[in-house]
């Protein structure tokens, strides 16, 4: 099938995916008020093979060092997988399912399969990473841009991390575990219990970003819009928590947003 712009309906909600853009989700509406920045960049796109930035753009798998090109020098972020397009293997009409074969620069070759399912109050956002041939690491996580400011109110963002991953000068982590610390935020936090982040717009619109993973990066230092990134392991994590695709073992995750008219 082709990687046209597709539109899922449900209720008074309609989603917008551009498996072309590097498999975003370019728009999310609930009764005619988006949710999502808009443009090219924004929206809401999956981090795959990795999340977040890579030291210096190399990781190690095994004696192998491998390295990515360096899109935010001095490192390599958000995976290669929303630079690339995807293509559309079956569409109902609130669902989704789109695909994206690894190529270079990535050294592995692997498919990575999302699934959109939108329901009245609710988008499911579910991916895996699988390989017929060789094992590698990997990540996955999601990206998105919601607007900060809707009809006036401005998102405020709560949730109860066991922890702050700290952050150093390179923004990255630097193996410390401290607790957390009022934003802004650029940072990663660790929930053992799941993932669970509400934005509340007040006397509009309550989001909850929800997912079985442990990790999450809350990034709210621009002022058009706040992001809230569920993914399977912190920044950096090729190099310090893997996590392995194996030809027996896909990578899976998956994050559920459900809002509430306010």
């Not at 939108?118 to 017929?132: C, F, G, H, I, R």
Request: aromatic share 8%; glycine share 10%.
């Amino acid at each position: 099938m082709s990687n046209e712009p597709i539109t899922l309906t449900a209720g008074d909600a309609e989603a917008t995916v551009v498996p072309g853009n590097g498999g975003r989700i370019g728009g999310l509406r609930v009764g005619g008020t988006e949710l999502l920045r808009q443009g090219d960049r924004y929206g809401c796109f999956p981090m795959v093979p990795w999340c977040g930035r890579i030291r210096d753009g190399r990781f190690r798998d095994g004696a192998a060092v491998h390295q990515m090109p360096l899109n935010s020098p001095p490192h390599a972020i958000h995976g290669t997988a929303r630079d690339g397009a995807w293509r559309t293997a079956r569409v109902t009409e609130d669902e989704a399912v789109i695909t994206y074969d690894l190529v270079d620069p990535w050294p592995y070759s692997g498919r990575v399969t999302q699934v959109i399912a939108l329901a009245e109050d609710a988008l499911t956002l579910t991916m895996s990473v699988e390989t017929y041939d060789s094992s590698f690491p990997a990540q996955i996580g999601w990206h998105p841009w919601f607007n900060r400011t809707l009809d006036g109110a401005d998102a405020r963002i709560a949730f109860d991390p066991a922890w702050q991953e700290e952050r150093g000068d390179d923004h990255l982590p630097t193996g410390n575990r401290v607790e957390a610390k009022p934003g802004p935020w650029d940072d990663c936090f660790g929930m053992p219990d799941g993932v669970d982040v509400t934005l509340t717009w007040p006397g509009r619109l309550e989001l909850r970003v929800t997912s079985p993973e442990q990790w999450a990066v809350v990034y709210d230092e621009q002022e058009a819009a706040v992001c809230v990134e569920p993914q399977t392991g912190p920044p950096d994590g090729l190099n310090t928590l893997p996590r392995l695709v194996t030809p027996l073992e896909p990578l899976e995750a998956t994050t559920t947003w459900r809002w509430t008219r306010l």
